[in-house]
């Protein structure tokens, strides 16, 4: 089935659990103004899973040393005492790590990810909408692909909901690139919802929008190994993004993930890893793992099959975010080569994931239509225009609050 292009997205944020929900209703307030848009409210906190009961830490350890798994329910409480401080970082580091040595289930992934929900802040859409994200960690260097397929998505129909951050392990994450490229990355909930109404893309600054995540910073950077937390940043799109592309550091985590974005929810994610990179790339087949609400089923993906012909790493190598920027902008001008195949593949098997093609193959094909005829460059440029304009209203809002 093909989804329309058009779009209308109802703008509305939930009252959130953090310290930023003064600042956030000045905001929505003004925004309701300029919009003349009264019916727009700040909705109550959602109840459902909000009340956690205590968490007895010494046994929750003491079973993750015997390599029992834990309820959803134990894992929602010990995230909500992290982040609120009842235990301390030795104790939240025993956790992570005693977690991941056991390793994670389904369950507790899921249960982990909705107690980071429930400390988040959301955005609201009456869109489905579409992420393509990774878990990052592949130490390959390579471009933002996942970043500009977002855009060829976006530019072929798809709404995207990009969640994302500043590089951690590479030297260019989502935000650094999109920044270079001239994209405002640290808007307002409202204003976020506004850009996937009008442009079809929206980012998501994760600081801004998990602000709990300084909560268990200390830990992770104490830690210095990968935990748990690595795994969860593709399951806490604030949109609620119900379609993904979702890439990972190894195979050996795909079919975890798949499992708990099915708990969570999801419509249709595909779960991929291919040739050491967390997303799909023309370099060779990708594993696969595609979650639906009713089914989940492994396969290999080969891109030649797909038209897609074959690429040596060092053509996918990026930089900093000023050269990624500038091979970004040259893509999506319509040049050819091994980065727009790459960006290309990613974009097509997306939009048959968010059903806005019937097959990858027909997905790809949108995806070339896009980027070869430049129009995804105008897309890009629409969301830079829009997104620049609203961030001078939200800067303006916080600066004289109504």
């Known amino acids: 089935m093909i989804m329309q292009a ?32 009264s019916s ?48 301390n970082v030795a104790q939240a580091a025993a956790f992570m790590v005693l977690l991941h ?12 990810a909705e107690a980071m929900q429930l400390k988040s802040v959301p955005v609201h859409t009456s869109c489905d909408v579409l992420d393509i994200v990774g878990t990052g960690g592949d130490g390959i260097g390579s471009v933002n692909i996942s970043t500009g397929a977002c855009v060829l998505a976006a530019a072929a129909g798809a709404h995207v909901a990009k969640h994302g951050s500043r590089a951690i392990s590479s030297s260019c994450g989502a935000a650094d690139v999109l920044e270079a490229l001239g994209v405002a990355v640290e808007l307002s909930p409202a204003s976020v919802s506004r850009c996937i109404e009008e442009t079809r893309l929206g980012f998501m600054y994760a600081p ?64 991929v890893h ?8 023309p370099m060779g087949t990708a594993d696969v793992v595609e979650a639906t609400q009713d089914n989940i089923r492994r396969y290999v993906l080969e891109p030649k099959d797909l038209g897609i012909n074959r690429c040596q790493v060092s053509d996918l190598k990026g930089g900093d975010a000023a050269l990624n920027a500038q091979i970004l902008r040259d893509v999506f001008g ?34 070339q239509e896009v980027q070869r005829s430049g129009q995804a460059g105008k897309t890009l440029q629409n969301w830079i225009d829009v997104s620049q304009q609203l961030h001078f209203a939200d800067t303006q809002d916080a600066a004289h609050p109504v």
């Open 208 to 271: 801004y929008y998990h602000p709990v995540m300084k909560s268990v910073k200390s830990v992770r950077s104490a830690l210095q190994v990968r935990t748990t937390l690595n795994m969860l940043g593709p399951l806490l799109n604030p949109a609620g993004a119900v379609y993904g592309l979702i890439g990972v550091y190894s195979p050996d985590i795909s079919m975890l993930m798949a499992q708990a974005l099915q708990q969570l929810g999801t419509k249709k994610a595909l779960v």
């Open 101 to 112: 040595s056991k390793g994670e289930t389904p369950q507790e992934m899921a249960g982990l």
């Open 6 to 37: 058009g779009c209308n997205c109802k703008l509305g944020v939930r009252q959130p659990s953090t310290k930023l929900h003064a600042k956030l209703q000045t905001r929505i307030r003004s925004t309701q103004k300029r919009l003349d848009c």
């Open 40 to 87: 727009y409210t700040l909705d109550q906190p959602e109840t459902k899973h909000a009340k956690q009961e205590p968490i007895h830490l010494p046994q929750v350890l003491s079973a993750l040393m015997q390599r029992r798994d834990l309820t959803k329910e134990q894992c929602r409480a010990a995230v909500s005492s992290i982040v609120d401080g009842e235990i």
């Open 334 to 367: 319509g040049q050819q080569g091994a980065v727009a195949d790459a960006l290309c593949l990613n974009a097509g098997v997306a939009l048959a994931a968010a059903q806005v093609a019937p097959t990858a193959r027909d997905g790809i094909r949108m995806a």
């Open 274 to 281: 291919s040739q050491g990179l967390d997303e799909l790339t």
